[in-house]
């Protein structure tokens, strides 16, 4: 280990000390409770202490305004299960993660927060929900695990992949009992997504299950 990482871990020692006492609000009342620790140390000053502060900050190891630390996030069970949870549920909202782990609003929202500023998580706006994903998926699936993961999303699917005939709108509405505008908006959702071609005939819009794409969509989700 070189002489600057073991200075850096001598620091993350005494911030340790210092966060299980108070939060983190002020970047020069921490140097100065660390300078006073480590007076006896000659290679270490004030510029540097600020240093390493910043650097944790910027790496998201501690975070202005609480008592927690990065190392020490998952030690916390309900944390550890929810993360885990949307590790292999991309794409679940707040009321899904409630009712799974069996939490009310405000303690749910807490740990989502503690792991989001932490960077374990992300989330995303998709219309009225927010949704969440592991921090360090690719964003470019968001919109796939969201819209395949809808109930309503899978009905239409899985309605259009049984029936051999080209079908109209009204065809798939009368077929899964939906309201016509709500399958309109998901079929369009399912184009975007490329998993639906719709096909003119005459004046007529038909509707296909691009079954390429679908394929590929359910082995991104698996």
């Not at 390493?52 to 916390?76: A, F």
């Not at 550890?80 to 794409?91: F, H, S, V």
């Not at 009992?177 to 071609?197: A, G, P, R």
Request: hydrophobic share 35%.
């Amino acid at each position: 280990m070189s002489k600057s990482q073991k200075v850096e871990d001598a620091i993350v020692e005494i911030v340790e000390e210092y966060l299980s006492k108070k939060p983190f609000s002020d970047i020069q009342e921490i140097v100065v409770f660390i300078n006073n620790r480590m007076k006896g140390n000659p290679s270490v000053n004030r510029n540097r202490i600020e240093l390493v502060i910043k650097q944790l900050i910027k790496k998201r190891r501690i975070i202005p305004g609480t008592k927690l630390m990065k190392k020490n996030i998952t030690e916390n069970d309900t944390r550890e299960e929810i993360l885990t949870y949307i590790k292999e549920n991309p794409g679940k909202n707040i009321n899904q993660i409630m009712r799974h782990h069996d939490l009310g609003s405000s303690l749910a929202l807490w740990h989502l927060s503690c792991l989001e500023k932490f960077q374990f998580i992300r989330s995303k706006k998709m219309g009225n929900r927010k949704i969440f994903f592991q921090f360090n998926s690719d964003p470019q699936y968001d919109k796939l695990h969201y819209y395949m993961n809808r109930d309503i999303v899978q009905e239409i699917i899985q309605f259009i992949k049984a029936q051999e005939n080209d079908l109209k709108i009204t065809n798939i509405t009368n077929g899964i009992k939906k309201n016509h505008n709500t399958v309109k908006k998901y079929l369009k959702i399912l184009e975007d997504l490329n998993l639906v071609q719709n096909e003119k005939d005459k004046s007529r819009d038909i509707y296909k299950l691009n079954k390429k794409a679908h394929k590929k969509a359910l082995k991104r989700i698996s």
